[in-house]
Nanobody, 121 residues
Framework: VQLQASGGGLVQPGGSLRLSCAAS????????MGWYREAPGKQRELVAS???????NYVDSVKGRFTISRDNAKNTVYLQMNSLKAEDTAVYYC????????????????WGQGTQLTVSS
């Protein structure tokens, strides 16, 4: 499975942006999906995650501002980001937990290539 992230860019404080991440590949099940971010000099952190059933989890710093969603038919996860702050500036990575099915029964983690978000006036 390959993950293709898109939607990053430069936005002013208080602005909004939506990230997308599409998983390509056949014959697999995409379970949990999530968005992580890595700011300069900081460790990569989980921003938000969503189960296949739609249950969500957010880091405290983005609660009420970011919304994660997914389209299982398209194997795509989204991150709607509102009220953006300078501290949201980072490279955002999508992640997917992949299961290959009962025949091969392998579970692995796939990462997208990262997309840069810069929040600045």
């Amino acid at each position: 499975v390959q993950l293709q992230a898109s939607g990053g860019g430069l936005v002013q404080p208080g602005g909004s942006l939506r990230l997308s991440c599409a998983a390509s590949g056949s014959g697999v099940i995409i379970n949990d999906m999530g968005w992580y971010r890595e700011a300069p000099g900081k460790q990569r952190e989980l921003v938000a995650s969503i189960t296949r059933a739609g249950n969500t989890n957010y880091v405290d710093s983005v609660k009420g501002r970011f919304t994660i969603s997914r389209d299982n038919a398209k194997n795509t996860v989204y991150l709607q980001m509102n009220s953006l702050k300078a501290e949201d500036t980072a490279v955002y990575y999508c992640k997917a937990d992949v299961w290959t099915g009962w025949d091969t029964n392998v579970v692995y983690v796939a990462w997208g290539q990262g997309t840069q978000l810069t929040v600045s006036s």
